[in-house]
């Protein structure tokens, strides 16, 4: 039967698993309390890895994703995930940030340092064992990779998951997202230090210097477009500046972030870029989720994957907390605000996947690392909506109340 096959009847295959296989499991099992859809589909794409799927039936594993039907994925999970990042980087809100810069930066600061150092320590304990730290790593990228994606919020999915609890557009959301969006952007420079590499520095430098005088000139001719011109446009200045950025030796996805970051979003109908966003994760990001569970790995032991999964939850989460509250000591907010708001960007997922497939690319990190870190990112989304949604009850005051 398998010989009968076309090389597009498997892709069909793998495309309906992709799809029926998360969506059956959120329906089913009511899962969108702990977990909406798209972390479903990530737990999915672990399912459907060589770690489960291909450990039980590894015949069929083989078959459906051999390397053709592979190679077709991870070029839509390329593009969709491009695509992503440079939304998330049209979405980004400094002005705002500047307009509140002391506790922006106080809170922002706070948020991104604690659960930083606590998972540069929970790394450097990882390195007395074998079987974490990639190939082409030095120790101190390891631990400032491993350490930041501890410290990563992930923006996109606190836009859906604030959305569901009724507070995006509420003062305390939008204070969430000022935080957020100053971390953003300081973890994409921390990526471009890490990935920064001595023998390509003159081209590294070179594409920074023309990017800043392409910026330049691509903001001239954008402003003097129509709307409908401008979404194209975007898709071609995408293409180019992650082409550039991946030739300079700093990947493609800082080229995206890059891409987006330098439009400003009221170039954009906010109701069409929600769209945008919405049928990216829906039509695309799925391929994405797969992909990355093609990429989890449990050589070193499951028990030791989960026991690295669990420590680096704790740093992450713990981490994130203590800085909150540190925050908020200092700004001298009323009791519980630095709870709801600490929970809110412990939140994972999207962007720390997309940080850790990098530092996978780079050889900079195992598959083994990749997946407990896969696996923290999981625990950390899942458990937000359960803890966050009680205290918000209990504090509803603060949804309403302004800073």
């Known amino acids: 039967m398998h010989v009968e096959m076309s090389s597009t009847e498997i892709f069909l295959i793998a495309m309906l698993l992709v799809f029926s296989v998360p969506y059956l499991i959120w329906r089913v099992c009511k899962t969108d309390y702990y977990a909406p859809l798209v972390v479903v589909q990530i737990i999915a794409g672990i399912l459907l890895g060589p770690g489960i799927l291909g450990a039980v039936f590894p015949d069929y594993y083989n078959f459906v994703f051999n390397a053709p039907v592979v190679q077709s994925l991870n070029g839509i999970a390329l593009w969709a995930v491009m695509l992503f990042v440079m939304i998330a980087g049209i979405e980004l809100d400094l002005k705002k940030a500047w307009e509140h810069r002391r506790e922006s930066c106080i809170t922002a ?129 995408l293409s180019i500046c992650s082409f550039a950025a991946d030739w300079a030796g700093l990947h493609y996805m800082v080229g995206a972030f890059l891409a987006g970051a330098v439009m400003d979003a009221h170039w954009f109908d906010q109701e069409k870029m929600d769209m945008l966003r919405h049928h990216v994760l829906m039509v695309m990001m799925p391929v994405f989720f797969l992909s990355t569970g093609l990429r989890t790995n449990w050589d ?22 203590a800085g909150i509250h540190a925050a908020g000591k200092i700004l001298k907010w009323e009791k519980g605000e630095a709870s709801i708001i600490g929970w809110l960007l412990q939140t994972k997922a999207l962007i720390m996947i997309i940080f850790v497939n990098i530092l996978l690319d780079k050889q900079i990190i195992t598959s083994e690392t990749f997946t407990a870190l896969l696996l923290m990112a999981i625990a950390s989304t899942m458990m937000t909506i359960p803890i966050v949604y009680p205290k918000l009850q209990r504090l509803k005051s603060l949804i309403f109340k302004t800073k």
Do not use: N
């Open 109 to 237: 600061g706070l948020a991104l340092g604690s659960p930083l150092l606590f998972g540069c320590i929970a790394a450097a304990g990882m390195l007395m064992y074998s079987g974490w730290i990639g190939p082409k790593a030095l120790t101190w990228q390891f631990i400032l990779g491993v350490g930041m994606a501890c410290a990563v919020t992930a923006l996109p999915i606190l836009i859906l998951l604030m959305e569901k609890l009724e507070v995006l557009r509420q003062p305390i959301g939008q204070r969430i997202l000022r935080y957020a969006s100053l971390d953003d952007i300081a973890i994409w420079g921390v990526l471009a230090i890490i990935l920064l590499d001595w023998t390509r520095v003159g081209r590294q430098l070179g594409f920074l210097i023309a990017f800043a005088i392409a910026t330049l000139i691509f903001r001239k001719i954008m402003v003097h477009l129509q709307e409908r011109d401008r979404w194209y446009v975007s898709l071609i200045w």
């Open 300 to 321: 070193v032991g499951g028990v030791m994957v989960f026991a690295a999964a669990a420590v680096l939850l704790v740093a992450s989460v713990g981490g994130k907390l």
